[in-house]
């Protein structure tokens, strides 16, 4: 050891209360970073998984009403892998222990043909039977939120007529990561749900029999979707078609985007502030140190 390096040794023997509170700092910051970064990694791969075993759609179109035979037409649009079309509509729940009554989304599960997007997660119970009546699946959230399970019922208004669901199932969507309203900033589980029924029921419900006014498409591999979407536009436009959008501007996935868009830049910002604070002990330490020396 030379003497340079025997001095070292000594001085920060010296501080070593000093450099021992740099250390944790820096340290903290890494593993802040570290930390957040492997988070936003396992939120972003855990996404991607969820949206492609449960065949999430990359377009969206709301209508006013088309005929089911339309879906030929849309299947075989330049550039679209899988064509799903459904009912939804909104219901009024009459629910115990609320003072104003609640509202949800009710979408239509299809019953004359396999379900190629949007597959739901069950996490209890089953699937509505075909040819029942008045089965739906809820969304989990509203079902915790109420303590709804298999078996119990909801009083509902669907299109100006009272009927009493019966729950048969709790399940997860990809369409529904956080179930809210369209354009609310937080979720409201007491007071917004989501259902599925079987298409044939919902249809009549919402006089839609033999028609449908949501479609939802996977683009095929190697296409772009702009030009998928122009082309939806233009074939539903006489069927009151509105604006296609893809997942950039779907509720829950913009919202799911958001929050691991904050993750990120938290995760800069967090172990910035930590190690800027150990740079600037640092820099106060080696200063006094120089001083002292000189």
Known sequence: MTALDL???RDIGK???QMFAVGIIMAC???MLIMMRSLILSLESTRDAYYTQHQFADVFCELKRAPNALRTRLAGLPGVAAVETRVTGNV???????AEPADGTIISLPDDRPQRLHTLFLRRGRLPELGSRNEV???EAFAEAH???PGNTITAIMHGARQTLKVVGIALSPEFVFEARAGDTLPDNRRFGVFWMNERELANAFQLDGAFNSVLIDVAPGATI???MAELNRVLAPYGGLI???RRDHPSAKRLDDEINILGALSVAFPTVFLSIAAFMSSAVLTRLVRLQR
């Not at 009024?92 to 609320?98: A, F, I, K, N, S």
């Open 244 to 246: 296609a959008y893809d």
């Open 7 to 9: 001095k070292l040794v």
């Open 137 to 139: 699946v809820v969304g």
């Open 147 to 149: 303590g709804f399970a």
């Open 15 to 17: 501080m070593k209360g």
């Open 226 to 228: 702009p030009p998928v």
């Open 29 to 31: 910051g890494l593993a």
């Open 92 to 98: 009024t729940l009459d629910l115990p222990g609320l």
